[in-house]
């Protein structure tokens, strides 16, 4: 039954109460005017049958006073309610058995006015005037009565229990303001009361802060341990929040795994963060439930009134960004609302409205990018990259585009229009080659997916083992029987599958075992500083082949940029190369151009050396070397080694041992390798971790060597 079903009940029944109460107190009145005036008893005895069955099948009741405004009557059942061991209901003056509600808003006079003044009360809200008494409500009405003469004979009245009315409306208020599982404030309260607070009238704005919680992993809970157990964890989460939070505010939640708190006089921003900080902290505790013990995680965006909006929907909306930042950093942090996070949200909301039209725009083209063979150095496939050529922006990066595209529901469309150029394009190539397409988690978990495929390939009219389709870890995340459902319709229609960016997502060997791979690929970020002595990369390339192999799977080193990265690969055991070091992406009419040209033969170019990834940086640093002490200008620098400036080096002086203070008071031993010009380059003896700059200590100011 519905809150507006509830209501309209409520309704009828109150009104068919009022309408009885009002025919049963005329009928009593004349009757007691009747008793009053000495009626015959026979008519007394009528009257007092139809008080009684009234009385006995209706919540309404009957009550008279004397002149002094004692009560001389009043029905048994609330005489019950009202009497006192030491002091009987009847005889005590009616405003002493009965106090007015203070929640009724609608009631201007006390009872002992209308008993003073001997004018009429109608429907005033009433409750026992002893605290001791049980918790009832009435409402009563009442006149003056006069005999004959114009005598004042004292007050006729009725009344009915409104306890059960009272009740009911309570719970319609219980379950409109609060949340049928945790009993924390729900949406629609959180709304009134974050609008009060921030609305107060004749008052300078206050300052208020709003806390957005999500979850961390909590879908996990309900899809591994069922939606009770899921239920049975909002329940502790609920109690540790409100635990943590007190009285500093109001705790509510939003529904499924999202919380709110509102937090009127707010303090500073660093005690705010402190606050965060333990929340995150308790909620991030194990929770033991039936028998399981279950880790979650949480992150907080928080928005500031005024200086973040000094409206509920702005104030609101500015929290969700700030939380949206805080899950796009890792989770299980908090962040601020920073202006330009608003202006990253409407650059997103532009992307997205520039997306939609990309595809019939014709905006899209794919790009190839070869595949070589570490055994036989020639081409034995291309990946199918999508790229975005937009008309004013230029050429989109997909790291910026593909996000987007997911979010907004786009990613499926644009995929299969990716699925089936590639087939079609690939239809022109020659038959030893294949294509690699990706294929995100989103359009994996389409039950359709099988036979999309299944008609590009019909359509190109290409060989189902020339087609690659590369999957990320992603697809993990929610294992399920549709998981593996989906495997198997894959390899039914005859195609290849590739992990893609192993090791970088979902980190588990045990889908492995199961989900039939014809290969993993390797992420460039493994890949790169391999041939670097001294770098664990090459350890965990050579430990993935070796899986690989065990488990009959060809594996694809990624992101291979110079030529001596090559050899390192082929000794590690890989069976594919793909990087700038064999070409970047073209378009189809360039691998065409050159499959006609140059067939399937693999040219390694670029660098032939590898260095470190190096940062641009402009920092003051001391360098010594000897007895000699002076400072420096750093002007980039990596995890092996940097370039400086400001210093003197005769020529052919050759290779000097120094040491650098990248960070205060900590001397990095170093051999500069070249000097020119005022420029020289360092080599350091061991590893620099280059996230320590970040809070380092600014260099001291520079001083004149000597």
Known sequence: MNLGTILTLIACACFMSIGLAAAAYAFVHRQRRGLLAAVPDSGNQRAHLLVEEFEAHTNGWFWQTDAEGQVTYLSDKVARDLDRPDTPAIG?????LFRMDSASPETERTLAFHLASRTAFSNYSVRPASEATIDRWWSISGRPVSDDKGRFLGFVGSGSDLTERRRIDAEITRLALFDGLTGLANRQRLRLSLEQTLNQPGSLPRQTALFLLDLDRFKSV??????????????????????????TGLVGRLGGDEFKVIIPFAPEREALADLARRVISDLSQPYSINGSAISI????????????????ETLVRNADLALYAAKGEGRGVHRFFRSELLIGAQSRKQLEDDLREALAADQFFVAYQPVVSTRTQRIVGFEALLRWQHPTRG???????????????????????VLRTACMEAAEWPDSIRVAVNVSPIQFANPALSTIVTSALAKSGIKPDRLELEITEGVFVDESAATEQMFKALKGCGVRLALDDFGTGYSSLGYLRKAPFDKIKIDQSFVRGAAIAGNRNAAIIKAIVTLADTLGMETTAEGVETQDEIAPIVELGCSHIQGYVYGKPVCAADVRAHLALAGDIATASGFRNSRSPRTSLLRKARIRSGDVVGDVRIRNISASGAMIEGIDVEEGAGEIDVQIELLEGQMLPARL????NGKAGLEFSQTFNLDRLADATPALPARKAG
Not at 92 to 96: A, E, F
Not at 673 to 676: D, H, I, L, N, Y
Request: with cysteine.
């Open 222 to 247: 309900n899809d591994t341990l069922g939606h009770q157990t899921g239920d049975a964890l909002l329940k502790k989460v609920a109690l540790r929040l409100q635990h943590t939070i007190g009285e």
């Open 673 to 676: 390798r070249w000097a020119a």
């Open 395 to 417: 050429l989109v990066s997909p790291s910026d585009f593909i996000p987007v595209a997911e979010e907004c529901g786009l990613i499926e469309t644009i995929g299969e229009w």
């Open 297 to 312: 995680g949480c992150s907080i965006g928080v928005a500031i009134a005024p200086s973040d909006g000094s409206d509920a």
């Open 92 to 96: 005590q003056v009616l405003n002493k």
